[in-house]
């Protein structure tokens, strides 16, 4: 059965259905709407709702939370995930599940509540500190939310890893239909946690920490988290690709930016105009393999972001800058409207004509 | 079939209901549509405004530049709105509360004193499911019985004493924009 909901209250239910059983936030906007139906709702399941006195006192919550075991989330909006890097290190270092939920906002600084892509760079290169990725996936639909919300929580157990959900205030604010199935996650849930601080009445205690003081200690645990990362760049990379075998010219968008992507592709398409579109889900690891596979047959690309230009640097890295990246973006609240992506792809399209 | 719709008016006029009033009808219908709030820093006495696109095609940005349909519900959200309406576009004004009169002369324009009705109903905050019927007696998005039928389903259980008096502002308003 469909149901109207904004995006924030899917993604809520979502990670209930999830089996997430503990939150803490604290408020910000376009993301409101977020905390204020778990507010209810937690309780209803059995769960627990903390509204924290900051951001970083809510992370700080959810890592203690996952290191009982729980399924643990905590969202905000850019300045708030800011605030909340450093529980998300110490996350990684940890070896702690939990998801990250970042309904992006106009930066930098306090900048404003508009929706934006501009937090790119700080959620694939890591915004705390230390050499640690996080999984980051980009939904573009009020039922991919439902879908990649469930797949979070399943890849955070299983690989013990902090993992962010990456949108914007658009997905956050917006109500389309959307089907709340259960059945539609793409992974298997129910992990052993094996590791988790439960007392240690008649076993061996546990320890879980991130400071490693002796001799080589810290760069092993380094070594075995690359290993770790490359197992999920193998395993866990996801796009969709449109039109991949016969494009001229490749559109690169991600989240509500590839909703508009699309539509530009699909009308030029009606002319007959060779474009494609390739859209990164995972944003880390991001789609390398699919882009070197396109970048054998296509001319030229052009990344559509709601940023200054922050993806198309992995698209550049992606297809080892051995074909031109064109870039169209506005940021601080600025959405690039179908016409103003038609206008930029008829000018890059014209140039590469014989 | 598309239509980009703005309701604006102030808080209180019950601005974001009537467009999930339309949504969830056209969800009943299986159409595509998106639902979008104004969720910026607004101002008291100012205007607030939902968007809807109803369309029977995948919609990509919920965002709504120029509307083809566009409600205002009191003066500011006039002033706000006359001029972004879509030549050929329908602008509805509620005469009960809009002072302006319209310069546009590409547009139609269809003024109903809805607060007024809304009032001779029994209650003021009525007005936006007059205008709501108004607006399906212009545009045959989706009959009319299937936004009185999703009533029961959206107005809360709480409130169901408002479900007789909600269908009969949906009819006058109907009425009204069908003469």
Not at chain 1, 275 to 294: D, H, Q, T, V, Y
Not at chain 2, 59 to 86: D, G, L
Not at chain 2, 117 to 123: E, H, K, N
């Amino acid at each position: 059965m469909k149901v109207l909901m904004c995006g924030n209250e899917v993604l809520a239910e979502a990670s209930i259905m999830a089996g997430c059983r503990f939150y803490a936030g604290y408020p910000i906007t376009p993301q409101n709407e977020l905390p204020a139906y778990m507010s209810r709702r937690m309780p209803e399941v059995g769960g627990v709702f903390i509204q924290a006195e900051s951001e970083l006192a809510a992370i700080n919550m959810v890592f203690g939370a996952s290191l009982r075991g729980v399924r643990a989330m905590t969202s905000s909006s850019s300045p708030g995930i800011s605030l909340k890097q450093e529980g998300i290190s110490y996350l990684a270092g940890c070896e702690l599940p939990a998801v990250i939920v970042n309904m992006m906002r106009g930066g930098p600084g306090l900048g404003n509540i508009a929706p934006s892509q501009s937090d790119y760079f700080q959620a694939t290169r890591g915004g705390g500190h230390g050499d640690y990725r996080q999984i980051v996936l980009a939904p573009a639909s009020l039922q991919e939310i439902v879908e990649l919300t469930m797949y979070s929580f399943d890849l955070a157990d299983r690989y013990r890893t902090p993992v962010m959900i990456l949108g914007d205030g658009i997905l956050g604010q917006m109500m389309e239909p959307v089907v709340l199935n259960p059945e539609s996650r793409s992974s298997k849930p129910g992990i052993k946690k094996d590791w988790i601080l439960d007392g240690c009445k008649n076993r061996a205690p546990r320890v879980i920490k991130s400071l490693f003081l002796g001799e080589g200690e810290l760069e092993r645990l380094n070594q075995r988290l690359q290993l770790k990362y490359r197992k999920i760049a193998e395993e866990e990379t996801r796009s969709e690709v449109l039109y991949g075998d016969d494009s001229t010219i490749i559109l690169v968008a991600y989240g509500t930016m590839s909703r508009v992507s699309r539509n530009v592709v699909e009308g030029l398409r009606k002319q007959g105009k060779k474009i494609g579109m390739l859209r990164p889900i995972s944003l880390w690891p991001f789609p390398e393999k699919e882009l070197k596979i396109l970048s054998e047959k296509v001319d030229k690309f052009l990344v559509v972001e709601m940023s200054c230009g922050q993806m198309v640097e992995d698209v550049k890295l992606g297809i080892e800058c051995k074909r031109p990246v064109h870039f169209y973006g506005r940021s601080g609240g600025g959405l690039p409207t179908e016409d103003e992506i038609m206008r930029e792809l008829m000018t890059i399209y014209s140039s590469s004509l014989p | 079939m598309r239509e980009d719709i703005v309701f604006a008016g102030f808080g209180g006029q019950g601005i974001m209901f009537m467009g999930k009033a339309l949504s969830y009808a056209a969800m009943k219908k299986g159409l595509f549509l998106t639902w979008m709030p104004s969720y910026g820093a607004e101002v008291r006495g100012g205007t607030a405004h939902s968007m809807v696109i109803i369309s029977d095609s995948l919609i990509a940005s919920p965002v709504v530049k120029e509307p083809t349909i566009c409600a205002a519900m009191n003066n500011p959200s006039f002033q706000k709105f006359e001029a972004k309406v879509k030549p050929n576009g329908l602008l509805i004004v509620n005469r009960s509360l809009v002072e302006s009169e319209p310069t546009r002369k590409d547009i139609d324009v269809m003024e109903i004193p809805a607060t007024d009705m809304a009032f001779r109903l029994g209650d003021p905050r009525i007005a936006n499911m007059v205008v709501l019927g108004a607006l399906l007696a212009k545009k045959t998005i989706l009959p009319v019985e299937s936004l009185i039928d999703s009533m029961k389903d959206i107005i809360p259980e709480g409130r169901r004493g408002m479900l007789s008096i909600n269908e009969e502002a949906i009819k006058q308003g109907y009425g009204y924009g069908s003469r």
